[in-house]
Every structure is written in structure tokens, then in C-alpha cells.
């Protein structure tokens, strides 16, 4: 497959994904106020906005969600690209999408706005650490930081089973990355909404997209880190990936909504004081399970 067919492959997935995200979303909040805000109920200040980063800051974050994409394997041979570095280049690639509300936010000139930019980066300090950690476990077992080899070495046994806590971890700070509730402090109401509430037209419609499409991203790699990825009997690979990242989709959305949503300085203390200590223990754990040669071998 060509590039051009890679790119309309992926472009496709993530539409397709990011339509669907974005429906369960609509269901589970269906009747219940707060949760992400509605995108242009805020006063445009048509006339104060920056000409050059307003409008570039959701084209920055719909950017970092189609390259993330590239290395989501939906099936053996079914990868943008096998990238020998995925993981690494996923995690680095896909948190562009804070600078793209940075852009906004700073490129609105509105009081909301401006605040909802420095929460986004207080988050993204907040999560970033233990979500490495988290992740760090499974390419150690898997020997690799290939995105199709952390899938191949998990043939024998999810590394859900034998890294628990890691997965725990990554549902925790995948819903950080994502600002889903209870972490929505960049997009709450005390804010306005923050970049969606002054976003209209064209940019609200992009905002949204590149959100649910964070939102369907971590949760295909959450699939592909810790159950298996395309991996499973009957039916097609695709299949399997799509209804693994469906589930854990469903799951984190519907176990975040339980939890009162967070202020970035009580994430701050969660992840300083709770995350991070409990990743260093997942690594420990792992790093045992390899001494005594408990996961996959070669």
C-alpha cells in the first residue's frame, strides 16, 4: 500500500472513530450538565483574536491525532507505519494537540481563554510522568517500542494480566490526556468552556474532531499496550481491534463520569503523590516478573 493509501486509510479510521467517540460521549452525558462544553456558547470577541494562532491551534491539534494515528496497527499488516520507535513517537506526537490549545487559547486574547492554555500545560505536567511509566512496563516485557511487537509478544498472555497496575495507571492518565471527565479543568465551565467556548464555525467543528479523535487514539493504544491489540480467535483483526479500543472506550468514559471532576492543583497533588509512586512500583514489578522469566521469552 501506497502512501496515498496509507494516509486515506488512516484519515478513514480516525473519522470513522472519532464520529464514534464522539456518539457515546453524547449517549452517557445524555441529560447531565458540565462534562466537555458546548463549542461557541461563550462571547466571540470576533475582533480581539490573533489572525495567525487562533485559527492555527485546532489545525495543530487535528495534526497531531492523524500523525498519532500512523502507528496504530489495526491488524498484522494493517499499519500506517511500523515504526521501530511507535510507542515513543506516539507519546511524543499525539501531546502536540496541548500546544494546539496553547495556540488558541493564548491567540483568543480573552481572560478564559488565556487561563484554560496554562491549565492545559499544568496538565499535561500532571499526567505526562506516570503515563511513561505506565507505558515504560510493557515495552520492557515486550522487548521493543514497535507498536506491531508489543501486540506479537502478548500471543500468549494480555499484559493486562501481568501488569494490572500499569493498566490501571494508563486508564487514570489516558483520561488526563484526553480531558475527559473527572479531568476537564482546561474545558470547565469556570472557564467558559475555555478554547471551545470562543471556538465557532470551521475551528469548533475541527476542535471536536480532534478531541474525540485523542480520545479514540489513547484508547487503541491502551488496546494495543495491554489487551492484545488485533489479537483473537474468529473474527477478523480489525474487528478485534475495533471492539477492544470500543470497550476500553466505553470504560473509561463511563468509570470517569463516577469521580467529581478535579482542579489541575488536586491532579498535580494526585500524580506527585498517588501516580507517580504507584508507576515506580509497576516498573519494580515488571522488572521482577522479567528476572524470573514470567511473560513472553525471545
Known amino acids: ?18 464520529w464514534v467517540s464522539g456518539r457515546i460521549e453524547r449517549v452517557l452525558m445524555r441529560g ?86 496554562y491549565r492545559a500545560v499544568a496538565q499535561l505536567v500532571a499526567y505526562v510522568v506516570p503515563l511513561g511509566m ?21 500471543q500468549g498472555v494480555w499484559f493486562i494480566v501481568l501488569q494490572p497496575l500499569g493498566f490501571a495507571l494508563y486508564l487514570v492518565t489516558g483520561l488526563m490526556q484526553c480531558y475527559r471527565a473527572p479531568f476537564l479543568e482546561p474545558f470547565a465551565d469556570s472557564v467558559v468552556g475555555g478554547v471551545l467556548g470562543v471556538s465557532t464555525g470551521p475551528e469548533a467543528l475541527i476542535w471536536r474532531l480532534a478531541l474525540s479523535g485523542l480520545l479514540l487514539l489513547v484508547a487503541a493504544m491502551g488496546a494495543v ?23 476500553l472506550m466505553i470504560l473509561m468514559l463511563a468509570g470517569g463520569r463516577m469521580v467529581r471532576p478535579l482542579s489541575v492543583a488536586r491532579m498535580l497533588g494526585l500524580s506527585w503523590k498517588v501516580l507517580i509512586p504507584l508507576g515506580l512500583a509497576n516498573v519494580l514489578l515488571v522488572g521482577g516478573l522479567i528476572l524470573l522469566k514470567i511473560g513472553p521469552t525471545g
Open 1 to 18: 500500500m501506497g502512501i496515498a493509501g496509507k494516509t486515506l486509510l488512516v484519515t478513514l479510521a480516525l473519522l470513522a472513530g472519532a
Open 32 to 117: 447531565e450538565p458540565g462534562a466537555m462544553h458546548q463549542a461557541g456558547t461563550a462571547a466571540v470577541h470576533l475582533g480581539r483574536r490573533d489572525r495567525w494562532l487562533y485559527p492555527i491551534g485546532p489545525a495543530v491539534a487535528l495534526a497531531a491525532v492523524l500523525l498519532g494515528a500512523v502507528v496504530m496497527p489495526f491488524g498484522p499488516a494493517l499499519v500506517g507505519e511500523d515504526l521501530q520507535i511507535g510507542v515513543f513517537y506516539f507519546i511524543v506526537v499525539i501531546d502536540f494537540a496541548v500546544l494546539g490549545i496553547a495556540l488558541s487559547g493564548w491567540g483568543a486574547n480573552t481572560g478564559h481563554a488565556v487561563e484554560a492554555c
Open 134 to 154: 505506565a507505558v515504560v512496563g510493557t515495552i520492557m516485557m515486550a522487548k521493543s517500542l514497535s507498536t506491531t511487537r508489543i501486540v506479537e509478544a502478548q
Open 225 to 247: 499496550l495491554f489487551l492484545g491489540g488485533w489479537s483473537g480467535p474468529w473474527l477478523p483483526a480489525p474487528l478485534w481491534m475495533a471492539l477492544k479500543t470500543l470497550g
